[in-house]
């Protein structure tokens, strides 16, 4: 079985510009997860899906973050402008549903902003 | 909110016996996690406590104490691959919420 694949793996970019990263959670999992991680500190939940409905993004910066799920399968996150203070690993995770205890977690995007 | 606190750093020894603690406090309870992440890696699951008590699995066992808000992570007969950060999770009413980690590392 496939786990979580995103990409890019590591992106970087200039501050003021865009970027998008990709999630493809495992195949079945309902419920997905963006993270956002610091060197040195646990995951923060960005934003949860259950299917293509968003029923958690109270953490997300809505001014400048944003994230669709449109067919309920893979998702992607954006970043629009970018600012330093974004530089972070980006992880996205599945489950088979809200009520699911594991979480499987996709390698992660590392973005530096210059 | 949530609230959740582990040691920053750990040392060991090969072949030794760490006991990493976690305490929290929530306004939901789930269940408790903790997940190995090694560095530049994703975390990856080792265990889950939702009842007091002892889960054993292989050289790693986690106990939960809801009453005091209290969980711990035991790894016997550490190996040099036990090296990684050990983050605490805590289930709210939907979602998990992470400690910052505890970073162990095993020296020969």
């Known amino acids: 079985e496939a786990g979580v694949v995103q990409s890019p793996r590591y992106k970087i970019i200039e501050k003021k510009q865009p970027v998008a990263f990709w999630c493809n959670p495992i195949s079945g999992h309902n419920t997905l997860y963006w993270y956002l991680q610091n060197l040195g500190q646990g995951p923060e939940l960005l934003i949860r899906?259950?299917?293509?409905?968003?029923?958690?993004d109270s953490q997300l910066p809505k001014d400048r973050f944003s994230a669709e799920r449109l067919k309920g399968v893979d998702s992607t996150l954006k970043i629009q402008p970018a600012e330093l203070g974004d530089s972070a690993v980006y992880l996205c995770?599945?489950?088979?549903?809200?009520?699911?205890?594991?979480?499987?977690f996709g390698p992660g995007t590392r973005l530096t902003v210059t | 909110g949530q609230n959740i606190d582990q040691p920053t750093e750990m040392t060991a020894t090969e072949g030794a016996i760490v006991q990493i603690n976690c305490t929290y406090q929530t306004s939901g309870f789930n269940g408790l996690f903790w997940y190995q992440q090694h560095a530049g890696e994703a975390p990856t699951f080792l265990s889950y406590?939702?009842?007091?008590g002892l889960e054993e699995k292989g050289r790693f066992s986690s106990f939960l104490s809801r009453s005091k808000g209290y969980s711990y992570l035991l790894l016997k007969e550490l190996q040099m691959k036990d090296s990684a950060s050990y983050l605490c999770a805590v289930s709210g009413y939907s979602t998990l919420t992470f400690g910052k980690g505890t970073m162990l590392l095993v020296s020969p």
């Open positions: 995770a599945s489950s088979h549903d809200r009520g699911s205890y594991e979480q499987y």
């Open positions: 899906y259950e299917n293509e409905e968003a029923v958690d």
């Open positions: 406590n939702v009842l007091d």
